[in-house]
Structures are given as structure tokens and as C-alpha cells.
């Protein structure tokens, strides 16, 4: 049986796989929250749940292909937007499937995507987070600011179009000041980012980590929003509660 990932390749499976590695770690969240014991590795960057018990693989970015074939996973979760299509290749060579799912450019999309690995590719049930997230981000506010919103520095990169994140603020009644860039992570002069005409800057605390004393006093002329970047980015059980804690972020 051959199903096809988010990319249109196909993903050779026996049934319902057991054995399962992910190398996205909002994905890792996903599944495991969904069946606790089916992963048997994750990358150094999946965090939750906190819970998680299982042999490291490396980071996303450069997953050790041997410590993941190690754990003779009969199939591997890849993004991508986070995983290299060399280490794709790579495992798909050596004759393990790999699920690739596209990066997200709105919440759900995001949820339909992740619907997909879970019922489609591991044969399991539709969750009730997902069910729930669904219903929850359903609705879009009333825009009543405009951010601009780095995710790196050193240097400086933002979110630009067409982004999950994006997506995730502008529900939330929040535009995004590069909204309209031709690129989906720009990488604009501080002076630029400075001089742009924005309420706030929001300073998520991955992938790089702002704090209260690293992000907002280059930015004097905005307000600051320090946010749970899982909360922002992550496409699994954590949009449960991160309209919740996102809005208050932002609104308080």
C-alpha cells in the first residue's frame, strides 16, 4: 500500500506503522500525545510532551541518518521547511518510508496537514485536541494592531508571507508588518525593522530566545509582546491553549 505525503510522494507502508521517528518536533508533540509509545525517536529539539522517553536523533536541521535508521523505524515524520531533502533521501534509500508534510502557510492548514499523518499515513483516529484546536482557531479578530515579528537575530529575520505564524497572530486580530514580503523569512537592516510603522514587536522565545533583556531595547518605539514561542509556531496539541495565551500576551 502506497499512501502520498503532503508533497505528492509516495510513502510505502505495510499498514499501520509501529515503529515511528520524528524529526519535526511539533509533530513529535502531535503524535505522541496521540499514541504515547509509538515514536521510538525524536531530535534533540522535541521537547514535549515533557514526558517523552525515547532515543535522540540530532537536530532537525542535521538529524544523524545512522541514529535514526538505529532505531528501525518503519516510518520517519520529516517537514519540509525543517528537515534537509538530502537526509530525505537518504532514509527513503536505505528503504525506510518518510512522511513529508509543506510548511503550513495558515492554522489550517496546519491542522489539516497534521490530520492527514494521523489518520491517513498512521491509521489512527481523528484526535479530540484536534477536533478542539480546530473549533478554537476557527474564527479570525477584528485587526487592532500591526507587529512586526523577528524569529532571529544575528541577524535579524522575520516573519514575512504566508506563514503559520503569521496566520496565528492574524486571527488573533494582529497583522503582520511583512505580510505582503516576497519572501517568507526576510531579512531586513534593524534601521529598516526600527523604522517600520508597528504597535508592537513580538519576541517569541524560540527558535532564537528573547528575553526581557535581549529583543525589546531594540525595538523603544514599540511595545514588546514576549510570547511561548511553541504557542506561535507549533501545529499540535499546544493550539489548545495557545489562543488563550497568546491573547493575553498580546493584550496585556
Not at 40 to 64: F, I, M, Q
Not at 120 to 138: D, G
Not at 186 to 191: D, F, G, I, K, N
Request: net charge negative; glycine share 6%; aromatic share 8%.
Amino acid at each position: 500500500m502506497s499512501d502520498l505525503d503532503d508533497l505528492g510522494a509516495p510513502v510505502p507502508l505495510a499498514g499501520a506503522p509501529t515503529r515511528v521517528v520524528s524529526l519535526v518536533p511539533s509533530l513529535t508533540e502531535a503524535v505522541e500525545t496521540t499514541a504515547p509509545g509509538l515514536l521510538v525517536g525524536a531530535t534533540d529539539y522535541c521537547t514535549h510532551p515533557p514526558t517523552l522517553d525515547v532515543p535522540r536523533v540530532g537536530g532537525s536541521k542535521y538529524p544523524t541518518v545512522a541514529a535514526v535508521l538505529d532505531q528501525r523505524p518503519d516510518l520517519v515524520i520529516a517537514s519540509a521547511e525543517e528537515n534537509r531533502p538530502e537526509d530525505v533521501a537518504a532514509l527513503r534509500a536505505a528503504g525506510v518510508p518518510v512522511w513529508v508534510t509543506a510548511a503550513p502557510a495558515t492554522v489550517m492548514a496546519g491542522i489539516d496537514s497534521t490530520r492527514r499523518l494521523l489518520v491517513e499515513a498512521l491509521r489512527l483516529p481523528e484526535p479530540a485536541w484536534l477536533t478542539e484546536a480546530a473549533e478554537l482557531w476557527a474564527d479570525t479578530t477584528e485587526v487592532w494592531a500591526t507587529a512586526v515579528v523577528p524569529v532571529w537575530r544575528k541577524p535579524w529575520i522575520v516573519l514575512g508571507r504566508d506563514t503559520f505564524a503569521g496566520d496565528v497572530l492574524l486571527r488573533l486580530g494582529v497583522a503582520n508588518a511583512y505580510a505582503d514580503h516576497p519572501e517568507r523569512y526576510p531579512r531586513p537592516p534593524l534601521s529598516e525593522l526600527q523604522a517600520t510603522r508597528a504597535d508592537l514587536v513580538v519576541l517569541p522565545d524560540e527558535p532564537y530566545e528573547f528575553t526581557a533583556d535581549d529583543g525589546p531595547q531594540f525595538f523603544p518605539d514599540k511595545r514588546p509582546v514576549l510570547v511561548v514561542g511553541r504557542y506561535l509556531t507549533w501545529y499540535g496539541p499546544s493550539l489548545v491553549d495557545a489562543r488563550r495565551e497568546l491573547t493575553a500576551a498580546l493584550t496585556g
